[in-house]
């Protein structure tokens, strides 16, 4: 069986990565989104984080790796959205240099042009991402929605509403948009506020177009 890592956060940077392409599908914003609200997800489904009048609010005290807690537990109470939002491009930093660390993955800094600074990511073992994937799709398409794993479970959940094509093409969405329901339901608030936060900025792009 092959290893994969432990953090939400970093099997969801992983699978937004294209093997095929041997690249990532996601950067910036809308991978941070993606990441922190994995931050959060891991947070709720441990106890670690609750939800109060549609709010997270601290809940058990343990480990907080990407101070998403701390954050939280130091200011007045905010939404969902706004946590999802908060340091998302900080976060693909801290991630991606997690991965690097571990020996998940290698980058190469190149100039595009020669001019335009731009990182290169490789999966030192493609077999990871492939079993991450094979995680989300047997639970897009497989057992009963309460025996799925969790993280599974969750990982189908913020690549629908990342829009990750890497896991989860348009219309596979659609087809399957019941089941993420679903498996949405069970990861908790944050993949909801990855998917309006999307939507915003895919409107703000259709009209500045």
Same mark, same amino acid.
């Given at each position: 069986?092959?290893?994969?890592?432990?953090?939400?956060?970093?099997?969801?940077?992983?699978?937004?990565?294209?093997?095929?392409?041997?690249?990532?599908?996601?950067?910036?914003?809308?991978?941070?989104?993606?990441?922190?609200?994995?931050?959060?997800?891991?947070?709720?489904?441990?106890?670690?984080?609750?939800?109060? !009048?549609? +709010? @997270? =609010?601290?809940?058990?005290?343990?480990? %907080?790796?990407?101070? /998403?807690?701390?954050?939280?537990?130091?200011?007045?109470?905010?939404?969902?959205?706004?946590?999802?939002?908060?340091?998302?491009?900080?976060?693909?930093?801290?991630?991606?240099?997690?991965?690097?660390?571990?020996?998940?993955?290698?980058?190469?800094?190149?100039?595009?042009?020669?001019?335009?600074?731009?990182?290169?990511?490789?999966?030192?073992?493609?077999r990871v991402v492939k079993s991450l994937w094979g995680g989300a799709?047997?639970?897009? !398409?497989? +057992? @009963? =929605?309460?025996?799925?794993?969790?993280? %599974?479970?969750?990982? /189908?959940?913020?690549?629908?509403a990342g829009e990750l094509t890497s896991v989860l093409p348009g219309?596979?969405r659609r087809r399957h948009r019941r089941r993420i329901d679903e498996?949405?339901?069970?990861?908790?608030?944050?993949?909801?506020?990855?998917?309006?936060?999307?939507?915003?900025?895919?409107?703000?792009?259709?009209?500045?177009?």
């Open positions: 069986m092959v290893e994969v890592p432990e953090s939400l956060p970093a099997r969801m940077y992983l699978l937004a990565y294209d093997l095929r392409k041997q690249k990532m599908t996601r950067g910036g914003t809308r991978l941070g989104y993606v990441l922190r609200a994995a931050a959060l997800t891991e947070l709720y489904l441990d106890g670690r984080l609750g939800e109060e !009048r549609r +709010r @997270p =609010v601290p809940g058990t005290p343990g480990d %907080d790796p990407y101070g /998403v807690l701390g954050q939280i537990a130091a200011s007045r109470p905010r939404s969902w959205q706004h946590w999802v939002r908060k340091d998302a491009k900080a976060i693909v930093g801290t991630v991606r240099d997690e991965l690097v660390r571990d020996g998940w993955i290698r980058v190469r800094g190149r100039r595009v042009l020669g001019l335009f600074p731009r990182q290169e990511v490789t999966v030192k073992d493609p799709s047997s639970a897009l !398409r497989g +057992r @009963p =929605v309460a025996h799925v794993n969790s993280y %599974d479970a969750a990982a /189908v959940a913020l690549a629908a219309s596979d498996l949405t339901a069970r990861s908790g608030p944050a993949a909801p506020a990855v998917r309006k936060l999307i939507r915003q900025l895919n409107a703000a792009a259709a009209g500045s177009a």
